[in-house]
């Protein structure tokens, strides 16, 4: 995981046409800016993010992203990083009739709980 600061606030970047860059886990941060020669430069006030990615995002498959399917589509794209479609049908069809199967269920459903609200807080910040 990478944790990158910011002097603004991020939310996501279209990577190309099937990928989007989420920046979650933002927390406020201080820190400083490079200076000359090396040195320091002045201390601000800004943004961190943790990611996969080297500038701190998580990068996440959607394609096809609109205005009004947006939320969807992060939510779907974050939990296939997580459990990939093949996965996700056999868990849902599953339907915890095991104990095995109760826990996988039980996990998938925690998981995208974490998402929605993920995307949610990211959704939700002003820039």
Same mark, same amino acid.
Do not use: C, W
């Given at each position: ?7 603004? =606030?991020?939310? *996501?970047?279209?990577?190309?046409? $099937?990928? *989007? @860059? /989420? ?7 201080? *820190?400083? %800016? ?6 320091? &430069?002045?201390?601000?006030? &800004?943004?961190?993010? %943790?990611?996969?990615?080297?500038? &701190? +995002? %998580? ?10 399917? =947006?939320?969807?589509? *992060? ?5 296939? /990083? +997580?459990? $990939? ?6 868990? @849902?069809?599953?339907? &915890? ?5 109760a826990e996988e269920l039980e996990n998938y459903k925690t998981c995208r709980a974490q998402c929605?609200?993920?995307? $949610?807080? /990211?959704?939700g910040r002003t820039i």
């Open positions: 995981m990478n944790t990158v600061n910011y002097a603004e =606030r991020k939310t *996501f970047v279209k990577y190309d046409d $099937d990928h *989007f @860059l /989420l920046y979650l886990n933002e927390q406020e941060a201080e *820190f400083q %800016t490079p200076g000359e020669d090396g040195q320091p &430069g002045e201390t601000v006030q &800004g943004y961190s993010y %943790t990611g996969e990615e080297a500038d &701190g +995002s %998580t990068k996440i498959a959607a394609s096809g992203v609109t205005d009004a399917n =947006r939320r969807d589509k *992060f939510i779907a794209g974050l939990i296939g /990083l +997580s459990f $990939d479609i093949d996965a996700q049908i056999a868990i @849902l069809a599953n339907d &915890g009739d095991t104990e095995v199967h929605k609200a993920a995307v $949610d807080e /990211l959704l």
